[in-house]
């Protein structure tokens, strides 16, 4: 089965991940300009989901962070690992998405629908998060992530699958059913911060798990 071949290639540390290249540049250029500062670069870093996880599984690793405590606020792991290294990981996504960009156009669609709802999402679980009093930065890379495994489905399936054999509607579904089943996986393999890992997977009743659930209604609501 092909979801259980994605889950075998996650749980073997194979994460590959094409997404939208446009977006990936517009972030280059912000993050290159000499007068951003870390909370600009922050913003840009946030538009997209894999890079906000991949940042924050640099931070964490033990070439940066040997304190053992966990860095999940976005703006306090681009500190940390410094500038020329966000701007490292922008260009390795680049390259990673113009060898990945041959998707159909149906799923090219479907994925830039699935960008507009994470990115209204992570802005009202931003403004949740205020109100709060919790951290806003930390609750809109999780809500980011969120949306990780639709994303990562979105490309793969779209290698995969014959377009003789399935649409938009029967994707769309099979997404739906399965999608819990890879973020585990997915999450691990990118070495996500365990809390928001809980928070993601609706482990607990914490803030965070409540902020991104609150903030997903939310956007449905307003479909």
Same mark, same amino acid.
Not at 148 to 176: C, T, V, W
């Given at each position: 089965?092909?979801?259980?071949?994605?889950? /075998?290639?996650?749980?073997?540390?194979?994460?590959?991940?094409?997404?939208?290249?446009?977006?990936?540049?517009?972030?280059?250029?912000?993050?290159?300009?000499? /007068?951003?500062?870390?909370?600009?670069?922050?913003?840009?870093?946030?538009?997209?989901?894999?890079?906000?996880?991949?940042?924050?599984?640099?931070?964490?690793?033990?070439?940066?962070?040997?304190?053992?405590?966990e860095?999940?606020?976005?703006?306090?792991?681009?500190?940390?690992?410094?500038?020329?290294?966000?701007?490292?990981?922008?260009?390795?996504?680049?390259?990673?998405?113009?060898?990945?960009?041959?998707?159909?156009?149906?799923?090219?669609?479907?994925?830039?629908?699935?960008?507009?709802?994470?990115?209204?999402?992570?802005?009202?679980?931003?403004?949740?998060?205020?109100?709060?009093?919790?951290?806003?930065?930390?609750?809109?890379?999780?809500?980011?992530?969120?949306?990780?495994?639709?994303?990562?489905?979105?490309?793969?399936?779209?290698? /995969?699958?014959?377009?003789?054999?399935?649409?938009?509607?029967?994707?769309?579904?099979?997404?739906?059913?399965?999608?819990?089943?890879?973020?585990?996986?997915?999450?691990k393999?990118?070495?996500?911060?365990?809390?928001?890992?809980?928070?993601?997977?609706?482990?607990?009743?914490g803030?965070?798990?409540?902020?991104?659930?609150?903030?997903?209604?939310?956007?449905?609501?307003?479909?």
């Amino acid at each position: 089965m092909i979801i259980k071949k994605l889950v /075998d290639e996650l749980n073997n540390g194979e994460v590959i991940f094409p997404t939208t290249i446009n977006l990936a540049l517009k972030i280059k250029k912000e993050v290159e300009d000499d /007068d951003a500062g870390v909370a600009e670069v922050a913003k840009s870093v946030q538009k997209e989901p894999v890079l906000t996880a991949k940042t924050l599984r640099l931070a964490n690793s033990t070439a940066y962070n040997q304190s053992g405590k966990e860095i999940v606020d976005i703006s306090m792991a681009i500190s940390k690992i410094g500038l020329d290294a966000v701007k490292m990981l922008v260009m390795t996504l680049i390259v990673r998405q113009m060898t990945g960009s041959k998707l159909p156009e149906f799923i090219k669609t479907m994925a830039a629908e699935t960008w507009k709802r994470a990115a209204e999402s992570a802005a009202n679980a931003y403004l949740l998060a205020k109100q709060e009093k919790s951290n806003p930065n930390v609750a809109m890379s999780a809500t980011l992530i969120k949306y990780l495994p639709e994303f990562y489905m979105l490309s793969r399936l779209g290698i /995969d699958i014959d377009e003789k054999q399935i649409n938009a509607e029967r994707l769309a579904k099979l997404i739906e059913e399965h999608s819990h089943i890879v973020a585990g996986p997915l999450m691990k393999s990118l070495k996500t911060p365990s809390e928001i890992v809980s928070a993601v997977l609706d482990e607990n009743e914490g803030v965070l798990a409540r902020i991104i659930k609150n903030a997903r209604n939310h956007e449905e609501c307003t479909r």
